[in-house]
């Protein structure tokens, strides 16, 4: 398959090309190589996939419209993984407009190309953030008790409903995956379990928030990356394994699905402090803070749906995640 995956240079779209390569596809990646993170931490993960003859990489922006239509009409993808987007829930309370125009331009500019091209499958990154302040436990998509409190959170919403009308507009089977709080090797260093990590091993304090009085449902790469994988084969409305999992062909006009993608329990911030002080060797030096504006106390999975559709559960526990997570830190910085 031609294989478009946007984000190469990220977290989540480094591990999925490396999964994906080596299996007879041709994968091209796009990448804008923003600062908003270390960009040389960007440039090792394209480093890193080098070796894949199957890979090549154009920088590009989502939201620069000829470029991406050119790039639509030049290479005719079969199947596209859009993973690219402004990511961070804090940073968009400072930076508003960048979430518009990569996260909606740069949506809409992927649908585009999805339609004008006959894209047999799109699968692009929502997130867990779009349950925002819901107290209805495990979070399902069937429930729809989506409630985003930060801008982040309301363009990935806005992502799904975008998708919704391509799917049903023009037959695009798109499919939306809810990522829960990824961690693992070649990590975000504006998350947790980076920002912990570094803030241990250099005997300094971490920041707490909520007085540590939260939980998320952290997932681990590599959990991440096999429900991305499986789901890319499970193309809705056409696939007898999306007809199952959705109950039917009659229960929607259009080729549309959601499905989380989390580990599927919940972990208190103090206990995922403690995986990581166990992981590193060390004891964490905690500064207890108020909650951050946009932050949600709890993050939880229902994952039912991504079973049934891939027979697949996410399975690496957090003290499991965080000794390969802190051995890999410990390679890459020399620490
Ligand atoms: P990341 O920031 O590491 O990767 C995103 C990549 O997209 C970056 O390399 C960035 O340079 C690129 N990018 C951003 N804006 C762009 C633009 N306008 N044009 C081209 N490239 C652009 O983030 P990640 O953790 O790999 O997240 C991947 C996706 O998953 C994102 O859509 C994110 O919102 C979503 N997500 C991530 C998590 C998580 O915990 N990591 C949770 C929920 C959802």
Same mark, same amino acid.
């Given at each position: 398959m031609k294989l478009l995956i946007t984000g190469l240079a990220g977290f989540i779209g480094h591990a999925v090309a490396r999964r994906l390569s080596g299996q007879g596809h041709q994968i091209l990646g796009l990448d804008n190589l923003n600062d908003y993170y270390d960009v040389a931490l960007k440039q090792a993960r394209l480093e890193d996939l080098a070796d894949c003859e199957d890979i090549r990489f154009v920088r590009l922006d989502l939201a620069d419209r000829d470029g991406m239509? &050119?790039?639509? /009409?030049?290479?005719?993808?079969?199947?596209?993984? !859009?993973l690219a987007a402004q990511a961070g829930v804090r940073y968009s309370l400072e930076n508003p407009h960048v979430y518009v125009d990569s996260n909606l331009v740069g949506h809409l500019n992927v649908l585009e190309g999805c339609r004008r091209h006959g894209v047999e499958h799109l699968v692009y990154a929502s997130s867990s953030s779009v349950y925002g302040m819901n107290d209805k436990v495990p979070f399902a998509t069937a429930d729809n008790v989506d409630h985003p409190v930060s801008l982040y959170a309301a363009t990935k919403k806005a992502n799904e409903l975008m998708a919704h009308t391509y799917?049903?507009?023009?037959?695009?089977?798109?499919?939306g995956l809810r990522f829960f709080t990824v961690y693992g090797p070649w990590g975000r260093p504006d998350m947790a379990m980076f920002k912990f990590?570094? &803030?241990?091993? /250099?005997?300094?304090?971490?920041?707490?928030?909520? !007085?540590?009085?939260?939980?998320?449902?952290?997932?681990?790469?590599?959990?991440?990356?096999?429900?991305?994988?499986?789901?890319?084969?499970?193309?809705?409305?056409?696939?007898?394994?999306?007809?199952?999992?959705?109950?039917?062909?009659?229960?929607?006009?259009?080729?549309?699905?959601?499905?989380?993608?989390?580990h599927g329990s919940p972990v208190g911030l103090m206990d995922f402090i403690r995986a990581v002080e166990a992981a590193t060797g060390r004891e964490a030096i905690c500064d207890y803070q108020a909650m951050q504006p946009g932050d949600v106390p709890r993050t939880w999975a229902d994952t039912e749906a991504l079973f049934a559709a891939t027979g697949y559960r996410p399975q690496v526990k957090v003290e499991e995640g965080a000794r390969r997570f802190v051995d890999w830190y410990r390679g890459y910085y020399g620490v």
């Open positions: 239509a &050119a790039l639509f /009409a030049e290479h005719r993808f079969d199947r596209v993984i !859009h799917s049903h507009l023009y037959g695009i089977p798109t499919t990590t570094r &803030a241990i091993l /250099a005997g300094q304090p971490l920041q707490v928030f909520n !007085h540590g009085d939260m939980s998320r449902d952290f997932t681990y790469i590599d959990d991440i990356v096999e429900g991305v994988v499986r789901i890319l084969e499970v193309i809705p409305g056409s696939d007898p394994a999306w007809r199952a999992s959705h109950g039917g062909p009659d229960t929607s006009s259009a080729p549309y699905a959601l499905y989380n993608i989390g």
